[in-house]
């Protein structure tokens, strides 16, 4: 079964420091994989992607994650965190015969106080 | 970028009565529409997807007379929670993935707030 695993329910961060959110996932055959963040009452913006090439990838407001397959994680970092950073994000990943069904972790809430 | 609405952002209803929910791609076609519900501070569980033309695939547990899905267009998905109940009450959020050949992403819609007294 297809699964994908945030350790941290909730990571605090200074301002100006560096951040990780863990993501580890089980899934048979090469995977898609995905960051996602959400503030309050709002949809999911997406942040970047994982689809094949480069293990480290880049994405939106200073975001980057890397692939390791060996271990099987996609963590997402960022190498300044600021305030407004505070929010909900979410690991994704989706088989490549899903249909584009994506199946999401649990979600870690990011703090980062000034 | 690829816009998604959902329509209405949040709605109060009583219990019984029954509520739809739109879900829209407003500037390309979407093959397939995914419905998502989450509860407060907990991850998105998909309830069901749905390939316009042809009947929702629903999730386990996921109750299909209860939550009926359409998707009559390209562009349009509805959602329709009959007969709610409070613990219907919940953060709808709909995510379509485009008809381009080679698009792997899903665009989310900005999610609909069922409250059901």
């Known amino acids: 079964a297809q699964s994908v695993a945030q350790p941290e329910d909730q990571v605090n961060v200074a301002e100006g420091n560096p951040l990780t959110v863990k993501c580890t996932y089980s899934v048979s055959g090469n995977p898609y994989l995905f960051w996602y963040v959400q503030y309050p009452n709002r949809g999911l913006q997406f942040l970047l992607k994982?689809?094949?090439?480069?293990?480290l990838v880049k994405g939106s407001y200073g975001f980057e994650a890397e692939f390791n397959k060996s271990q099987t994680s996609f963590h997402l970092k960022k190498p300044s965190a600021l305030v407004s950073d505070s929010a909900l994000y979410f690991c994704a990943v989706r088989g490549r015969n899903q249909g584009g069904k994506l199946i999401f972790g649990q979600g870690t809430e990011l703090s980062v106080k000034p | 970028g690829a816009v998604v609405s959902q329509h209405p952002s949040w709605v109060i209803c009583k219990s019984g009565t029954s509520v739809k929910i739109e879900c829209r791609s407003l500037d390309f076609q979407a093959t397939t529409m995914f419905w998502y519900r989450q509860f407060p501070k907990q991850s998105l569980m998909l309830m069901a997807t749905?390939?316009?033309?042809?009947?929702?695939?629903?999730e386990q547990g996921v109750e299909k007379d209860k939550f009926l899905i359409n998707h009559a267009s390209l562009t349009l998905s509805t959602l329709t929670v009959t007969s709610a109940h409070p613990e219907d009450s919940s953060f709808y959020i709909c995510?379509?993935?485009?008809?381009?050949?080679?698009?792997?992403?899903?665009?989310f819609g900005p999610g609909t707030r069922l409250t059901v007294l």
């Open positions: 994982y689809i094949t090439g480069d293990n």
């Open positions: 749905s390939n316009e033309g042809s009947k929702a695939t629903y």
């Open positions: 995510s379509a993935r485009a008809r381009l050949a080679g698009n792997n992403e899903q665009f």
